[in-house]
């Protein structure tokens, strides 16, 4: 069956950096965009941004600021998400997705930006 398994999460100091990831099993992850979304306490999910391949990734405009990437490696079935100069702002539950008509969702990662 389709499962999405993200790591990477954790407590990290304001300025700090993760990488999360995003473990793919169960379709074609080589042949499907995948998104990454983030959810802040009592904020709705909003897109970070998405991959179509290993050199094809997008951001949305809020997260073009140099602080976050996107990268596969569809030899791992894997997709992450770098994350530098984080803040208390983007303390969220991040969740990696399979876009499409079957789309699905991962379980998410706690990502806690504290002092």
């Known amino acids: 069956q389709v499962q999405l398994v993200e790591s990477g999460g954790g407590l990290v100091r304001p300025g700090g950096s993760l990488r999360l990831s995003c473990v793919a099993s169960?379709?074609?992850?080589?042949?499907?965009?995948m998104s990454w979304y983030r959810q802040a306490p009592g904020k709705g999910r909003e897109l970070i941004g998405s991959s179509a391949g290993p050199d094809e990734s997008a951001l949305e405009e809020n997260f073009r600021k140099g602080r976050f990437t996107i990268s596969r490696d569809n030899s791992e079935n894997t997709m992450y998400l770098q994350m530098n100069d984080l803040q208390p702002e983007d303390t969220a539950i991040y969740y990696c997705?399979?876009?499409?008509?079957?789309?699905?969702w991962g379980q998410g990662t706690q990502v806690t930006v504290s002092s």
């Open positions: 169960g379709f074609a992850f080589s042949n499907s965009i």
């Open positions: 997705r399979k876009e499409g008509s079957q789309g699905f």
